[in-house]
T-cell receptor, first 114, second 116 residues
Framework: GQNIDQPTEMTATEGAIVQINCTYQTSGFNGLFWYQQHAGEAPTFLSYNVLDGLEEKGRFSSFLSRSKGYSYLLLKELQMKDSASYLCAVVRVYSGAGSYQLTFGKGTKLSVIP | GAVVSQHPSWVICKSGTSVKIECRSLDFQATTMFWYRQFPKQSLMLMATSNEGSKATYEQGVEKDKFLINHASLTLSTLTVTSAHPEDSSFYIC????????????FGPGTRLTVT
């Protein structure tokens, strides 16, 4: 089966740095996405990692270790608008022919306080 | 580019009635679309994968006779909740697979269904 774990809630101060962790167990792994979701809205794409290492994109960075089944999303210079849920989603490929699905973690609700 | 729309954005219906939700890729062709359901404070749960011109593949525990999916064109997939009950009240989100050799999905804005 598949198992994806991330903390339920986190609180951080405006201007600070926060790291949101995600651990996973799955077969057919072919990458990991991070999405941001504001309440009542659809998820929006933040990052995709398929190789080990750190990918940096502006204030957001994402890290992946395939051998450890571990990823994190790093948010720098936090702003109030960063208050949202952050979802990690694992790509599982199956049955060949490009068939795949995303399995989402339960999400981490981040609250940024002044 | 890569915009996915959903209609309606919210709907209230009476128990026992059917509701149709449309998902459209506005500026690209989507051979594969996905339907998710999200309950409050829960994550997105994949309901089914919809491929244009073929039958949808449903996830375990999702009743295919209750949640009818039709992907009749490369830009439109529909989800019909038949004989809706209050426990079907949820946030339904569709997504479309990005064109090309990528696993990225573009999400629609979601449809809030309330069954009274």
């Amino acid at each position: 089966g598949q198992n994806i774990d991330q903390p339920t809630e986190m609180t951080a101060t405006e201007g600070a740095i926060v790291q949101i962790n995600c651990t996973y167990q799955t077969s057919g792994f072919n990458g990991l996405f991070w999405y941001q979701q504001h309440a009542g809205e659809a998820p929006t794409f933040l990052s995709y990692n398929v190789l080990d290492g750190l990918e940096e994109k502006g204030r957001f960075s994402s890290f992946l270790s395939r051998s450890k089944g571990y990823s994190y999303l790093l948010l720098k210079e936090l702003q109030m608008k960063d208050s949202a849920s952050y979802l990690c989603a694992v790509v599982r490929v199956y049955s060949g022919a490009g068939s795949y699905q995303l399995t989402f973690g339960k999400g981490t609700k981040l609250s940024v306080i002044p | 580019g890569a915009v996915v729309s959903q209609h309606p954005s919210w709907v209230i219906c009476k128990s026992g009635t059917s509701v149709k939700i449309e998902c459209r890729s506005l500026d690209f062709q989507a051979t594969t679309m996905f339907w998710y359901r999200q309950f409050p404070k829960q994550s997105l749960m994949l309901m089914a994968t919809s491929n244009e011109g073929s039958k949808a593949t449903y996830e375990q525990g999702v009743e295919k006779d209750k949640f009818l999916i039709n992907h009749a064109s490369l830009t439109l997939s529909t989800l019909t909740v038949t004989s809706a009950h209050p426990e079907d009240s949820s946030f339904y989100i569709c997504s479309a697979r990005s064109p090309g050799l990528t696993y990225e999905q573009y999400f629609g804005p979601g449809t809030r269904l309330t069954v009274t």
